[in-house]
Structures are given as C-alpha cells and as structure tokens.
C-alpha cells in the first residue's frame, strides 16, 4: 500500500461514521498532511451539515500549513451551492497545493467539474486512489445516480426446509412467526437503520401487523413502503400510526388520511416494479430493504431488478407452508449467528 492508498483508506474509514445519517448526500472523509503527518480530519456527519472537507480544514489548528499541505478525499469535492457552499471553493481557498481523489463524483451537478476547478486554480489533482473501494463506500449513492432508482437489498428469513411461515398459525394473531434467534433480529434492525426505506406487500401488513421500525437498535427509523393494491389493510395496523413516513401504493385513491403518510396511485395491471422505483427517485429514497412477502420478493428476483440479498436460515423446520423465493445462491459468502445461518449474495449483474 503507498502513501495515497494509506491516506485515502484512512478517508474511507472516517466516511463510515456517517453511515446511515447523510441520507441524501455521500458518505466521505477526508485527511490533511503535512510532512507525512496528518494535521486534520474530518467526514460528513449530516445533510445540511458541514462536508467533509469543511470540517478536515476547520480542525486544522495552524492554517498557514494547508498552503504547503494534501488533502485527501474520498469522493470529488462538491462544486455547487447547495445547503453548503462547494468545498472545491474552500480548497482554492486556501491555497491547498495537492489534493487526492478517490472516486469521481456521479451526481450530474458535480461529476468531474469540481476536480476541473481545482486544477484550473493550478493545485496538483490525482483521481482514482482506491477507486473501487471509494466506489463500494457509496454503492447506494452510485446506484441512485447512475440507475435512477435505490439500491435494493433483499431480506427474508426461511425455515431448514425452505419456507418463510407455517401452512398455518398455531394461534390465529397479526403478529409474525419468529424463525431467526433474537441475535439475527437485532441484526436486522440494525441493517434497517442503515437504510432509507423498507417494502413489503399487502399480505405481509394483513398477517403481521408489522411496525417496521428498528425498537432493537438506535438510530432513524426507514421511510415505510407498502403495497396495497384493493386497500385491504386495516386502518388501525401500525403502518397507519403516523410514527414514521409511510409511502402506501395502490390503485386507486384513498379517503383515509393520515398525518404522516402518502398515497401513491400506480397501474398495477402493468408491471409495477418500474413505478414503484420511479417513485422512490422522486422522493430522493437512495436505498430500499425488501422484507417480503413472498410475491414481493420473487417479483424483484424475476425481473432481475436488486443488489444483494441476506437471507437467513434457522433451525425450525415447518413440513408445509409458503416456500421462500427462488434465488440462485451462487458466489453466496455464508456466516453465522449463533445457530442461525446467514447467506449474502450479490448480484453482478
């Protein structure tokens, strides 16, 4: 690893603070040195709060060393006004003389014109330090800009032999059957913390009554998204208890109002995936968790439109009941959680 690798992983590391919380900025960091020594850091903790240039800068306590200093960041510094003003401004600003790149900016509003101003102010520019890695940093960012939709994170938990519930419930509740151990369901709530939003179908609200927050973890709530064709969802599930922004889809409108959620009118005679997606872009939703059902998840899987999937397996075993979706595991990386198996499986395509 050189000196530029070094640096610029350092970056990545400071940008994973934020993760979870620059929704919907980037996640960066960045470094100043001086003498082969770092004398400021700093990463974006917050939409509308400083970047991570600003504050690397800010925490700089002499000033007069940036004009013989490098900066590194993870990602392009920002060239336009947007809730801040461009952090290249405050690089030609200060007279920084090398400033190192990991990855270009894919937001049409930067995508390379900040690099190009700081190298017309005459400072030294090295891009692509650690590309791949600074890309991984922000694969949501990347696909919301580059696709035009979330990044799609597929999540369900099925029994030793395949299914994702019993034929039928010992006791007739809206509650779930618990398959993983309570170590797996924490981690998932962690995992929704981390993400803007999380979908589920009809059946899934009708049988369950989920509350699709993360009570096990700390940290902001997904934006809900529900799919509702006929508007059979009860209007006393918790998805209606106005405690999170909830997104509802259906086909035709609603009367019923609730303070904290939105209606969204879509043709579900035609393939619906596109119109769901479209709509989240809209709403600036840069990453999604699908938790299901069945219908739900395997349409995704079908039409090919997702990134990865983390499925869990556990030890109960059902005989009969909904089968989980049908996915092809290959190149699947497999972990544990206590006795509960956990598959990741990205999609490459």
């Known amino acids: 690893m050189n000196t530029h690798e070094k640096y610029i992983k350092r970056c990545i590391e400071l940008a994973q603070n934020g993760f979870g919380t620059t929704y919907p900025n980037p996640m960066v960091g960045s470094v100043i040195v001086y003498e082969g020594k770092i004398i400021g850091e700093g990463w974006h903790k917050k939409a509308g709060e400083a970047h991570a240039e600003v504050n690397a800068i800010r925490s700089v306590k002499d000033k007069s060393l940036l004009k013989k200093a490098t900066i590194y960041v993870s990602l392009e510094p920002c060239s336009h006004f947007g809730k801040t003003p461009p952090c290249c401004d405050l690089i030609i600003e200060h007279k920084i003389p090398n400033v190192v790149v990991g990855t270009v900016d894919p937001?049409?509003?930067?995508?390379?014109?900040?690099?190009?101003?700081?190298?017309?102010?005459?400072?030294?520019?090295?891009?692509?330090?650690?590309?791949?890695?600074?890309?991984?940093?922000?694969?949501?960012?990347?696909?919301?800009?580059?696709?035009?939709?979330?990044?799609?994170?597929?999540?369900?938990?099925?029994?030793?032999?395949?299914?994702?519930?019993?034929?039928?419930?010992?006791?007739?509740?809206?509650?779930?059957?618990?398959?993983?151990?309570?170590?797996?369901?924490?981690?998932?709530?962690?995992?929704?913390?981390?993400?803007?939003?999380?979908?589920?179908?009809?059946?899934?609200?009708?049988?369950?009554?989920?509350?699709?927050?993360?009570?096990?973890?700390?940290?902001?709530?997904?934006?809900?998204?529900?799919?509702?064709?006929?508007?059979?969802?009860?209007?006393?599930?918790?998805?209606?208890?106005?405690?999170?922004?909830?997104?509802?889809?259906t086909k035709s409108e609603i009367s019923f109002s609730a303070e904290n959620t939105t209606f969204e009118v879509i043709d579900f005679n035609q393939n619906i995936i596109p119109q769901i997606l479209e709509v989240l872009h809209q709403n600036q939703i840069q990453s999604i968790i699908i938790e299901g059902g069945l219908q739900t998840l395997q349409s995704f899987i079908d039409q090919n439109i997702w990134d990865e999937a983390r499925i869990f397996i556990g030890k109960t075993s059902f005989e009969k009941g909904i089968k989980s979706p049908t996915l092809s595991k290959k190149n699947a990386i497999k972990t544990y959680i206590q006795n509960d198996e956990l598959i990741y499986v990205r999609n490459h395509d």
Do not use: M
């Not at 930067?110 to 791949?132: D, F, P, Q, R, T």
């Open 107 to 249: 937001n049409e509003k930067v995508a390379g014109k900040g690099i190009k101003k700081i190298i017309e102010s005459g400072s030294n520019v090295i891009v692509g330090v650690l590309e791949n890695e600074c890309n991984e940093l922000n694969k949501r960012f990347f696909t919301f800009h580059q696709k035009k939709r979330p990044y799609i994170i597929l999540k369900w938990a099925e029994s030793q032999d395949g299914f994702l519930a019993p034929e039928k419930k010992i006791i007739k509740e809206r509650k779930p059957v618990w398959i993983t151990n309570p170590y797996s369901r924490q981690l998932v709530h962690k995992w929704r913390s981390e993400e803007q939003a999380i979908l589920v179908g009809t059946q899934t609200v009708i049988d369950d009554n989920p509350k699709l927050n993360i009570r096990d973890w700390s940290g902001n709530n997904p934006i809900r998204v529900i799919l509702d064709q006929n508007n059979r969802i009860s209007k006393d599930s918790f998805i209606f208890d106005d405690s999170v922004k909830t997104i509802l889809f």
